[in-house]
């Protein structure tokens, strides 16, 4: 992909160079605007231009929509933009458009969509809501109430989502931005990753990928260079090294340009005459924001280094109302790269494996190692009233030589024959719990002193003669690994599709000699999904539940609407790219409506 500035050097490694035009005109618009003074914040701020007492502001430039964030949800702003005739200038913090979207496996989630339907396959919307509901506020869930028991201001967003996801995708195949297919894999159509409730009434079908040139299922990456493509084909700017650091108000609280902070420390200020459309991800990459809100302990990531979370002060100090902080796209991570670095290459889908097991510092199994990762990460979770701790902090995957050889390459599994940093290998069970041990006191201060239990080897033998027995009766009595339609999708999902004889293919017994391999996975997010509240035109609402005229904001940098819900693949990319439509539309087709 290509950059408008491809420097080396991180504009967060800059310091921050607040005019002190600005830092008066921050403390001011504080007081007089209502916008709470977060401690830190001072060296900027909103600006107020007042008629009552004028701030000149000098703009180093001047459109009509400033998207921040060069990712699915910005891409998808920037170019809905442009068509509905508007000046456009994207900014990107990194040195490259993509942002985490590029990493992804580019499943799109959009219920009801054209591939469905010409597959006769039924999804109306109130089936669709009353399932997103579901999932989405499991506490209020109720089938006969209004609303089936969510916030008012949720089912909007829902309900928008559901009538505008399939427009919003036609409207990009139109503009020659993105080609899809549907994401079928030997012939099933992707379920749902609950397809399996009673509420889901369209267990298969809704999620789709981009399709690349030759025809075949394309990923995130491919998704990004079509939308790249087309943003450069309508000669959109795109700022990369430049990091949206503050927002510029008028003296009715409208937001009327940004202030960004150039690689070399320099700041600017780009008048936005319809609109500021935040796509700029999650806060994966801030610790603190991490520590303050997310709802268990995390090691790290898959967002791209670059999702710090800049959109939460940037949108408090106007004041907007945050909320789903304590939520993510959860995802388990090979815990050694995450220690390297917290920003990993990719999440573990699925347990790769047929003759392997996940077990907690009691050598037990604690989950169904096939079902999805968003699921499985929040049982890393749980609590330990009594020893006040979390048993499962970090989990161990173990397996045999046939998953080694069957599964290669299926992360975290490197290619066959080959050997990785993050691998155990051990001849025999007592072995390897010996360099599990040893591998966990090298990393001690980074997991607070997390031990295997005395009894892990004993508890381990015993784990894997239970489970070869449910490999050879084809029933996992205890987690019932395999019996839900998305482990079996996650199973054969990976590079090869080995089978055996047994009568569940997600299980096959472990070998009784070794070698015997190991993994350390820990929790982890693809992206927090926590932030500023939209409302279901995309703008981003205040502390008093109106909307903060000119400021939008879609994808992972907004309080999603799915609550805790990951529904199925695609479930981020579907609503980002969405939002990012509705924001542009919004912005520009009602720009006098607050
Ligand atoms: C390995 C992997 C696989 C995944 N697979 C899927 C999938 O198949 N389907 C799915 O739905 N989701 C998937 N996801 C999740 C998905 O990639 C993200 O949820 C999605 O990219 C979010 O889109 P976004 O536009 O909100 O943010 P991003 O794509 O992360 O874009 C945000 C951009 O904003 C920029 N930015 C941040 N702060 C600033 C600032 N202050 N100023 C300027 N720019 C800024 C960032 O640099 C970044 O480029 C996957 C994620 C990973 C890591």
């Known amino acids: 992909m290509s950059s408008n500035d491809d420097r080396p050097g991180s504009p967060r490694q800059q310091p921050l160079q607040a005019d002190k035009q600005d830092r008066r005109s921050f403390l001011r618009s504080s007081v007089s605007a209502g916008v709470s003074v977060a401690a830190g914040s001072l060296v900027s701020g909103p600006v107020l231009a007042s008629a009552d007492n004028p701030v000149p502001i000098n703009w180093d430039r001047s459109v009509d929509i400033v998207v921040v964030g060069g990712g699915a949800a910005g891409g998808s ?36 969509n054209k591939y469905m339907q010409a597959a006769g396959l039924t999804d109306n919307r109130d089936d669709a809501l009353k399932f997103m509901v579901r999932l989405s506020h499991p506490q209020d869930f109720n089938p006969d109430a209004e609303f089936y028991g969510a916030p008012e201001a949720v089912y909007l967003q829902l309900g928008t989502f559901y009538d505008t996801v399939n427009v919003a995708l036609d409207e990009l195949e139109s503009f020659g931005a993105l080609q899809t297919m549907p994401l079928n894999i030997g012939g099933m159509m992707m379920p749902d990753y609950f397809s399996h409730l009673a509420e889901n009434k369209a267990p298969n079908g809704r999620a789709i990928v981009p399709q690349k040139p030759n025809g075949s299922l394309g990923n995130g990456a491919e998704l990004m260079r079509q939308l790249k493509a087309a943003v450069d084909k309508r000669r959109i700017p795109v700022l990369t090294r430049h990091r949206a650091d503050d927002l510029v108000l008028d003296d009715s609280g409208r937001v009327i340009g940004i202030v960004a902070i150039k690689r070399d420390g320099t700041r600017i200020k780009i008048e936005a005459r319809k609109g500021v459309i935040f796509g700029s991800g999650g806060f994966t990459h801030n610790k603190q924001l991490q520590l303050d809100f997310l709802k268990g302990p995390i090691f790290g990531g898959c967002a791209v280094p670059t999702c710090e979370g800049d959109f939460i002060p940037i949108a408090t100090r106007a004041g907007a109302q945050l909320g789903n902080m304590s939520n993510a796209w959860w995802a388990q991570l090979p815990l050694e790269l995450a220690l390297e670095n917290p920003s990993v290459p990719t999440g573990i889908w699925c347990s790769p494996g047929d003759s392997m097991v996940q077990v907690n510092r ?20 749980q609590w330990d009233p009594v020893s006040g701790s979390y048993p499962n902090l970090l989990s161990f995957l173990i397996y045999d030589q046939r998953t080694a050889d069957e599964f290669a390459n299926y992360a975290p599994l490197p290619p066959k024959g080959s050997d990785a940093a993050h691998v155990i290998k051990a001849d025999t069970l007592e072995a390897l719990e010996q360099q599990l041990v040893e591998k966990l006191r090298t990393i001690e201060s980074r997991t607070a002193k997390f031990t295997l239990d005395d009894d892990f080897l004993a508890s381990l033998k015993a784990t894997v003669k239970r489970f070869n027995g449910f490999a050879e009766s084809g029933v996992d009595e205890d987690f019932n690994r395999g ?63 109106q909307p903060i005229p000119g400021l939008y904001g879609a994808g992972n940098c907004i309080a999603s609407m799915s609550g805790p819900a990951y529904w199925a693949g695609g479930a981020t990319l579907g609503p980002a790219l969405t939002f990012g439509n509705i924001a542009a539309t919004h912005a520009l087709t009602a720009a006098t409506v607050s």
Do not use: C
């Open 77 to 112: 702003a920037a170019i809905k933009a442009h068509e509905l005739g508007s000046e456009v200038l994207v900014l990107e913090k990194a040195p490259i458009f993509g942002g985490t979207a590029a990493k992804s496996v580019g499943g799109i989630w959009a219920p009801n």
């Open 362 to 381: 009691f050598g037990k199994r604690f989950f169904d190692e096939k079902f999805v990762y968003n699921e499985r990460t929040q049982v890393q979770f």
């Open 483 to 545: 019996g839900q339609p998305i482990d079996q999708f996650f199973h054969f999902f990976g590079p090869n599709q080995p089978t055996h004889n047994y009568p569940n293919m997600t299980l096959h017994p472990i070998a009784t000699s070794g070698p015997y391999y190991a993994v350390i996975l820990a929790a982890g997010t693809l992206d927090t999904k926590g932030g500023p509240k939209i409302n279901e035109h995309a703008q981003v609402i205040d502390t008093r539940g």
